[in-house]
């Protein structure tokens, strides 16, 4: 018997800063700031201010493990620190400056975040969270002139440091952490390993993949804090292929702007945003010169029909991808297969609308009802089930163990047809969330703000679907007798603890609300009942 004589090469994302370095030095990368005035610098640039930003960052104390926050827009120096926490050995956690301050709180508080690192557009959002939490070193980058006083200036500490020798790492170290709604208001953690987007890196830049290259000017308007911007710095560095960070303004004229301006040829968010592109498109169809253009990846939430006929008016392709949080994100894209390329209109719409095959080392199952694996015949439904070397075996901290299978597969909580050619189609979901422009809301920590108030005996809110931002909440609502409350009164009431974004749009008052043998909401009667009222 032989035994395999390679090299025991660890996959870490060291290897992936240094070819950027060392290989695609001069690419360009794009940086367009809060204020709008564009900065551009290369990927060389970012690699060596990385190494200086490291040595800095462990002369405040951060150690290998240690997580480094992150408050920052699709901006350089959230590149830079893409490069220098992961190389350094620690972890970059990424925050999402969309969530709701008790949120945050709890996120930091649970990382055990020490050191942060803010843009100073975002100094609101950090002091609407900080009371109460304890951290060692607020650094921030700074607009014009000096950091405020209190906080370090990000571009002094890079200015006073030397540069680091990386460390060598083992390819299961962390490297990265993101939190995911859970349905109860507590978010859980997940920490990707180098080896895991590594990994990640190498397929998602597959030329049937999302296909990343060299020749590719890349804009991901897909947040650097949602899902490690799905995977595609660390792609665009790996391929050498040149970045556009399009900063916060990510209104449909700002993109269609730096896509034309920058000759972005791939671009990649949520279908919100597409949605008023397209408008904007349709409203003035020469305005913009996107000859370049040749791919929007399009995913988070689904995408409907429209999106991709509309685009398909202004020869732009849009190409549908499923992921999530813990799967790093990529899971599945949905590519027009061979057979079909001369297929009819509505049989390539039909296919197109799906949420793909799964990628290289994904494995896929769904289980139905009864816990029995589904046919793969575009008929059966059931539960969708991945595993591969870029899902999250467990959450940070144990939580969420229910969300894994006795044999180690991840619960994804998408309810799922398979086709023969194992393409996957969501039909609902089995979590209790409402997804609205691509950030998640929980139903049930409305429900429970809600069943707060004096007048209200029970509600529940369920998803409906809405043009623009995919989905919002409705609340369904019945009153304690004899008491009254208005919409208004309980908006009101809600937004006392959510966002404004966050409120239900619409309220249906109710005698009763319907329930299962065991006491739950029959939320599948109300989606019913409300989506087509
Ligand atoms: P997140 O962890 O916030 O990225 O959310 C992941 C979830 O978003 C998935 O479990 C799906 O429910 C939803 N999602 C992601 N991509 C798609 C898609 N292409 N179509 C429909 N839902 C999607």
Known sequence: MLSNSMDDYPLTLTRIVERAERFHADVEVVSRRPSG???????GECAARARNLATALEALGVRPGDPVATLLWNQREHLELYF??????????????????????????????GVIIIDESLLQVFESFRAGLD???????????????????????????????????????????????????????????????????LVAALPDQLAVSAGDTVLPVVPMFHANAWGLPY?????????????????????LNLCAHERVTMTAGVPTVWMGM?????????????????RLIVGGAAVPRSMFEG??????????????????????VCRLPVRLYEGERDEQYGFRVRQGVATPFFDIRARDDNGELIAWDDAAMGELEVRGPWVAGSYHGGRGTENFTVD??????????????????????SKDLVKSGGEWISSVDLENQLMAHPAVAQAAVIAVPDERWGERPLAVVSLCDGADASADELREHLAQEFARWQLPDRFEFVQAIPCTATGKFKKSQLRTQFTTA
């Open 37 to 43: 005035a564009v900065e551009r610098t290369t990927l």
């Open 311 to 332: 685009f398909d008016r202004h020869g732009l392709t849009v190409v549908q991808a499923w992921g999530m949080t813990e799967t790093a994100p990529l899971g599945a």
């Open 408 to 429: 180690g597969w991840f619960r994804t909580g998408d309810v799922v047809r398979i086709d023969a050619h194992g393409c996957i189609r969501i039909c609902d979901r």
């Open 235 to 255: 792609a665009a560095a790996l391929a050498g292929a040149r970045l556009v960070l399009p900063g916060p303004r990510l209104d449909p004229e700002s993109v």
């Open 84 to 113: 220098a926490v992961p190389a350094m050995g620690s972890v970059i956690h990424t925050l999402n400056p969309r969530l709701f301050p008790y949120e945050l709180a709890f996120i930091v508080d649970d990382a055990s975040d």
């Open 278 to 294: 397209l408008a904007a498109l349709d409203a003035e169809p020469d305005r913009w010169d996107l000859s370049e253009l040749n």
């Open 135 to 201: 951290f060692r070193h607020v650094i921030v980058v700074p607009q014009d002139g000096p950091a405020p006083a209190g906080t370090l200036d990000y571009e002094a500490l890079i200015a006073d440091a030397t540069p680091m020798t990386w460390p060598e790492l083992d390819e299961r170290d962390a490297a990265a952490m993101c939190y995911t709604s859970g349905t109860t208001g507590r978010p859980k953690g997940v920490v990707y390993s180098h080896r895991a987007l590594v990994l990640h890196s």
